[in-house]
């Protein structure tokens, strides 16, 4: 059991990026849907994106690459160099850009561990000490950027198959528990199992159907099954949104551990970030 990092898209708000409402609102411009899309923008983006995507697939397929082509200008920022200076051996992340690995100072390169073009089961790039598995797909592989909710029930389907069914054997799930699971064919979904994990940047709203069913199959499995699994910490940063009060609840329901790190109101600053920083040093320490 060790510590690994989920690093959602917090990091690329200091960096000249592409937000998720900008990937929706740039496919609908191709399909020429700006107007009837800025209507439901303020809706689970993944859903908004699936009314684009469904009627217009070969606009939905241009915008997808140009949006892999725009995020490879997105430089690292010193957030992304203070998260990768913590020096873990394992970092997740929902991001389809390089920024944490260009942040590193270490050479990544592609170390996947089954062939996979649609779904990031197995996708993971490799230095010499570290692994970086881009969960939600990869800009390297357009096809892979899970935008629209019809790829996140996929992949939830992919997920579910693998960790549910012996004919996949999850080794985490129907392993020998004397074999490490890194001695054969694994995925980033053993880890999160089996590992303590550390969430931050994500806003893990509803619309993220893979992490919320792995979050509550989690909590089966040490119940159950007695499972020996890992603990899941979520950090709120900055004053918290009064809305998100029931989602943190159930995220406690789970067994998810919540650590709040105080900051001003609005998005979390830099300040904040670095008094993360100073927390996960801290955990990495004990």
Known sequence: MADILLVGNGPNYFSVGVSWADVVRA???HARLRNQTEKIIHEPLPLVYE???ARYPQKEKRA??????????????????????????????????HCLEQASG??????NLASETTYSVFRRARSKNRSIWHIHGDLAGPRTMMLGMHHYCGYLQKLRAYLTTKADK?????????????SGRHSWADLFLRDDV???????SYAEVGLWWLLGY???????????CGSTTYYVMGSGDPSEKHRLELMVAYGVNIKVVKGTGGPPSKKTWRALVD????????
């Open 27 to 29: 496919t609908a411009q």
């Open 51 to 53: 009314t684009i995507a």
């Open 64 to 97: 997808r690459l140009e949006l892999a082509k725009e995020m490879r200008r997105m430089a690292p920022n010193e957030i992304h160099h203070d998260l990768m200076g913590l020096g873990w051996a394992t970092t997740l992340t929902t991001n389809y850009d």
């Open 106 to 111: 270490e050479s990544f390169g592609p170390a």
């Open 170 to 182: 999850s080794p985490f799930v129907f392993g020998d528990p004397a074999q490490p699971i890194e």
């Open 198 to 204: 550390h969430i931050v940047g994500l806003g893990l």
């Open 218 to 228: 989690k909590f089966r499995l040490r119940h159950q099954k007695k499972l020996p």
């Open 279 to 286: 927390l996960l040093e801290s955990v990495r320490a004990t």
